[in-house]
């Protein structure tokens, strides 16, 4: 099973918004709304922040918001800060019965 | 709080097998939820290892499923992972995690409480 497809990198200035994408197929981010978005640290273990397509833990920012469109995931970023700048992991459940991840975006706050 | 915590050796040797275990606090694993393990390898993306449920039904990844096996203790409150004919290729930071709180018990839940993680370097 092939990883989703996520740009390698993505940068913006503080203040502006970033939309990161996670390209995928039918078979999974297509097929089903099951598709989640996990912000990593350097060294740190992942976070999640939105699940099940466009849903966010309890207590996370709302500067975070997910979507779907086709095959196409997407994490926007709103209001960007020099504290987002981590990689980016988006991740969908499969018709093969797996969980398959995305190749990682890298954020840099500019 | 819950709070999951990994051990196991740091540096297995070739054709060898790797043993971990996830201790879990602040919950019990006899509730519910499916308790996953995940990996990094060094500097590479996230992959999902498998699942297991407290009654003991598990989901593996394909990929590894020929050499893997993950059990749970609720005893214990723990559960763990036992990889069979390591490679360098295994050699990754290991991360076992819970699904959020009032999430559905699904295998292929999202992974809201996590581990600190713990390296397994597979060399001679």
């Known amino acids: 099973q092939s990883a989703l497809t996520q740009p390698a990198s993505v940068s913006g200035s503080p203040g502006q918004s970033i939309t990161i994408s996670c390209t995928g197929t039918g078979s999974d981010v297509g097929g089903f709304n099951f598709v989640s978005w996990y912000q990593q640290h350097p060294g740190k273990a992942p976070k999640l922040m939105i699940y099940d397509v466009s849903n966010r833990p309890s207590g996370d920012s709302n500067r975070f918001s997910g979507s779907k469109s086709g095959n196409r995931a997407s994490l926007t970023i709103s209001g960007l800060q020099a504290e987002d700048e981590a990689d980016y992991y988006c991740s969908s459940y499969t018709s093969s019965s797996i969980l398959v991840f995305g190749g990682g975006t890298k954020l840099t706050v500019l | 709080q819950v709070q999951l915590q990994e051990s196991g050796p740091g540096l297995v040797k070739p054709s060898e097998t790797l043993s971990l275990t996830c201790a879990v606090s602040g919950y019990s694993i006899s509730s519910g939820y499916y308790w996953g393990w995940i990996r990094q390898p060094p500097g590479k993306g996230l992959e999902w290892i498998g699942s297991i449920y407290h009654s003991g039904s598990t989901y593996y990844n394909p990929s590894l499923k020929s050499r893997l096996t993950i059990s749970v203790d609720t005893s214990k409150n723990q559960f763990s992972l036992n990889l069979s004919s390591l490679t360098a290729a295994d050699t990754a930071v290991y991360y076992c995690?819970?699904?959020?709180?009032?999430?559905?018990?699904?295998?292929?839940?999202?992974?809201?409480?996590w581990g600190q993680g713990t390296l397994v370097t597979v060399s001679s």
């Open positions: 995690a819970r699904p959020p709180l009032g999430y559905s018990s699904s295998w292929f839940s999202p992974w809201d409480y």
